[in-house]
């Protein structure tokens, strides 16, 4: 061999070593599982993907994992067209059952859609749709009696305007009410928690005021079982201009006590707190601060809440003290792969789950990533709905799907003490 031939070869070697680094997963995604739908498996999480990879930054739409370029893998481009992405080979297969499908079912409006209720003895599922546009009063409800599925407006008495949150406890959707203003719908609207009776179709305000001054965004919500209602507040509303007062408050989240009307605060370390959940024993709650989406709170700054890259998508942990009524020991378990952790919801084995950009993250207790589900529209929000809750409804901005799986959800009406 040549000198020169040798030089050559050492040279390539060293070329292709910088490209493929020792370790790398390959293929990182394969199809897998069950033909029912399109479900893809990656390797390791795809831990180590072949150079030259590189994922844009986010501008003002979410730029997901699978649009990240990886020309040494083709195998990657499996993974944009996905319904579900598989992490954790052994425990996904386990959640998504042996026949699990994705559906989208209806296009909707590019406005924010939330709120998402199930209510068992109508066997319909109940969601909001914010502004645009503006006023925009109604709600929406899936008739999951129809086959197909219908979707019409809904409008309760008196109406609600802007629910960002809702829940079902003792047989009544609360509402977190996101919305204020001086005259909507003919009558004066402040955020707070409002409940409905979707047999009557009336509504009873529960709270509208902290000592005077109005909320900013009740935003999301959970019942616990003594019937305390734990919420968000953070400053969307502002930003949308869904109410005409600025920020009064500051970002929080509360415990609101309806037999006594009494509101404590529960955190303040949350820039913009807005998913927020209870694990099924009762023992943990769960926020998540959605602050890489967030504008100015002064009354004479413009609306809107632009991206900021390197801002706020986590889901933390907290644990639930003194009597039930306040948490400590937070910890972060999860930062969004994608935009926001907007949704978020404990399923029945206390998996917990955040919609997230064009999709939902299926996390364990600990904020592990099981499997996501991917959509093609940002998602909000998501419920469980149906006789044993393994239909998971998705819904968000242009868009609502219907997933069929073995996760089930939580049996809020049904809810017992711990
Ligand atoms: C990344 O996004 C920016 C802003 O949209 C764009 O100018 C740039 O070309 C993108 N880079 C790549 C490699 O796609
Ligand atoms: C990796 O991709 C780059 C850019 O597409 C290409 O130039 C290079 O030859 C590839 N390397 C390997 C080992 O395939
Ligand atoms: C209150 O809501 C009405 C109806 O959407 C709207 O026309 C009006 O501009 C709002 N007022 C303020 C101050 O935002
Ligand atoms: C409640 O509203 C629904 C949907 O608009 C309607 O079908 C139903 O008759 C109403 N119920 C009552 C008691 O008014
Ligand atoms: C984006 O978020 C980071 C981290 O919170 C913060 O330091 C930075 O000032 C933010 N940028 C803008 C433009 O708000
Ligand atoms: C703890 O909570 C229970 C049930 O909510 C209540 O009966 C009890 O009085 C509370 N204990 C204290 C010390 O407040
Ligand atoms: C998402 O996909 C559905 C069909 O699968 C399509 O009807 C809808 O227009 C798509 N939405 C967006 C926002 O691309």
Same mark, same amino acid.
């Given at each position: 061999?040549?000198?020169?031939l $040798?030089v050559?070869?050492?040279l390539?070697?060293?070329?292709s070593? &910088? ?17 029912? !739908? ?12 072949p150079?030259?990879?590189?994922r ?9 994992? /699978?649009? $990240?370029?990886?020309?040494? #893998?083709t195998?990657f481009g *499996?993974?944009q067209?996905?319904?579900?992405l ?7 297969f386990e959640?998504?059952? #042996? ?6 079912v =209806? ?9 998402? @209720? ?9 969601m909001?749709?914010l !502004?645009p546009?503006?006023?925009y009063?109604p709600?929406?409800v899936?008739?999951?009696?129809q ?10 008495d ?5 629910p960002?949150?809702?829940t =079902? ?9 996101? /919305?204020g203003?001086?005259?909507i ?6 955020? /707070?928690?409002?409940? *409905? #009776? ?5 509504? $009873?305000?529960?709270l509208n005021?902290?000592f005077?001054?109005?909320?900013n965004?009740v935003?999301d919500l =959970? ?5 305390? @209602?734990?919420f ?10 869904l109410?005409?007062? !600025?920020?009064q408050l ?10 006594? /009307? ?5 955190d ?6 807005n ?6 024993d009762?023992?943990?709650v769960?926020i998540?601060?959605t602050?890489?989406v ?7 700054g ?6 900021n &890259? ?20 937070k ?6 792969q #994608? ?7 404990? !399923?029945?084995n206390g998996?917990?789950l955040?919609g997230?950009?064009?999709g939902?993250?299926? *996390?364990?207790?600990f904020?592990? *990533?099981?499997?996501?589900?991917q959509?093609?529209?940002t998602?909000?929000?998501f419920a469980w ?6 239909e998971f409804?998705?819904?968000g ?17 049904n809810?017992?003490?711990y």
């Open positions: 061999m040549s000198d020169y $040798t050559l070869l050492a390539t070697a060293a070329v070593a &910088q490209s493929e680094p020792p370790g790398v997963s390959s293929p990182v995604a394969q199809k897998c599982g069950p033909s029912s !739908a399109n479900i893809v498996c990656l390797e390791k999480y795809a831990s180590v993907l150079y030259h990879f590189f844009n930054r986010t501008v003002e739409e979410p730029l997901t994992f /699978g649009s $990240t370029s990886v020309p040494n #893998d195998s *499996l993974v067209d996905a319904d579900f598989v992490f954790d080979h052994e425990r996904a959640l998504l059952g #042996d026949s699990p499908t994705y559906d989208f =209806f296009e909707v409006s590019p406005a924010v859609h939330e709120a998402p @209720v199930y209510v068992p003895s109508l066997n319909k599922l109940f909001s749709q !502004a546009p503006p006023g009063l709600q929406l899936v008739d999951l009696n086959d197909p599925p219908t979707l019409s407006e809904y409008l309760s008196p109406p609600v305007y802007a960002n949150g809702g =079902f406890y003792n047989g009544l959707i609360y509402w977190g009410a996101s /919305g203003n001086l005259s719908g003919g009558t004066e609207q402040r955020p /707070g928690i409002r409940t *409905l #009776d979707p047999h009557t179709n009336k509504t $009873t305000t529960l005021n902290y005077g001054y109005y909320f965004c935003d =959970f019942v616990d079982a003594s019937g305390a @209602v734990w968000t507040d953070p400053f969307y509303s502002w930003f949308n201009r109410t005409d007062t !600025a920020p500051p970002a929080a989240s509360y415990r609101f006590d309806p037999r006594t /009307g009494s509101v404590s605060v529960v303040t370390s949350l820039h913009e707190p998913g927020i959940a209870l694990s099924p009762g023992k943990h769960y998540s601060d602050g890489a967030s504008g100015d709170v002064t009354p004479a413009p609306p809107g809440s632009p991206w &890259q390197t801002g706020a998508r986590t889901v933390f942990k907290f644990d639930v003290v003194d009597n039930g009524t306040k948490i400590a020991n910890r972060p378990i999860w930062l969004s #994608d935009w926001v952790p907007d949704g978020l919801k404990v !399923a029945a998996y917990v955040t997230a950009g064009s939902v993250d299926v *996390l364990d207790e904020g592990v *990533l099981i499997a996501r589900v959509t093609n529209y998602v909000q929000n709905v149906g006789e044993d809750l393994t409804w998705i819904m901005n242009n868009g609502v799907s219907r997933v069929r799986w073995g996760l089930k959800g939580q049996d809020l009406a809810l017992k003490g």
